[in-house]
């Protein structure tokens, strides 16, 4: 079946490094997704990266994709208190949704 | 326009009422998307529509929802006798579609949804 997993919560220093994790199911996705969700606010779509690929960088983001073991990470490196916020991986089995993880809220203390 | 577009923002009903809730996509994106996040949950996909072709209305809960588009241009979800389960924020997005290389979905503001 289809299922995203992800951890609940990350805490992290101002200035450290944040990793969060997914796992998903279906190995047919074309392309797997980041997107931030902010208190009240719409989902922003932070990053992809095609199944293809292993990693992709974009200045601060860090995507590592095993397609092997199903498992997607974001990494976001010097972590500010601006990127507190809930972080949704999401997985394309099909072009006609998007199969999304329960959220990661990451929180960024001084 | 520069961005998908949901209205209202914010919608207070009784329970037994109909709500319409609507969504303007970004110009040219052929395939539009409505989904559903409960309070502290991820989102569950509801339909999706893909120029002329039928609607893919896997996700919708009960047949008290419905959706409607004319086109590729603006849809209007509607929800018949409204429940307290039915309270959440209704997320639109939009895309290229996959025939034209864009998979990737860009999401509007939502419109939050209280049942009392």
């Known amino acids: 079946g289809e299922d995203v997993e992800q951890s609940l919560f990350l805490s992290v220093r101002e200035g450290d490094s944040s990793v969060i994790n997914c796992t998903y199911t279906?190995?047919?996705?074309?392309?797997l997704y980041w997107y931030k969700q902010e208190p009240g606010a719409g989902l922003q779509l932070l990053t992809y990266?095609?199944?293809?690929?292993d990693m992709k960088q974009d200045q601060r983001l860090t995507v590592l994709l095993n397609k092997k073991d199903k498992h997607l990470s974001l990494r976001i490196a010097d972590t500010q208190t601006g990127d507190s916020a809930i972080y949704f991986c999401a997985e394309s089995p099909q072009a006609d949704k998007l199969i999304f993880g329960t959220g990661t809220r990451l929180q960024v203390f001084p | 326009g520069a961005g998908v577009s949901q209205s209202p923002s914010n919608k207070v009903t009784e329970k037994g009422k109909d709500v319409e809730l609507r969504c303007d996509p970004i110009?040219?994106?052929?395939?539009l998307y409505w989904y559903r996040q409960r309070l502290g949950q991820g989102l569950e996909f509801l339909i999706y529509f893909q120029g002329n072709s039928a609607p893919d209305k896997s996700g919708l809960p009960s047949d008290r929802f419905s959706a409607e588009r004319t086109g590729e241009s603006v849809s209007t979800l509607t929800i018949q006798r409204t429940q307290q389960e039915d309270s959440a924020v209704y997320l639109c997005?939009?895309?290229?579609?996959?025939?034209?290389?864009?998979?990737?979905?860009?999401f509007g503001p939502g419109t939050r949804l209280l049942v009392l």
């Open positions: 990266i095609f199944s293809n690929m």
């Open positions: 279906d190995s047919s996705s074309t392309y």
């Open positions: 997005a939009s895309s290229l579609g996959r025939q034209r290389g864009g998979e990737t979905q860009y």
């Open positions: 110009s040219g994106h052929t395939a």
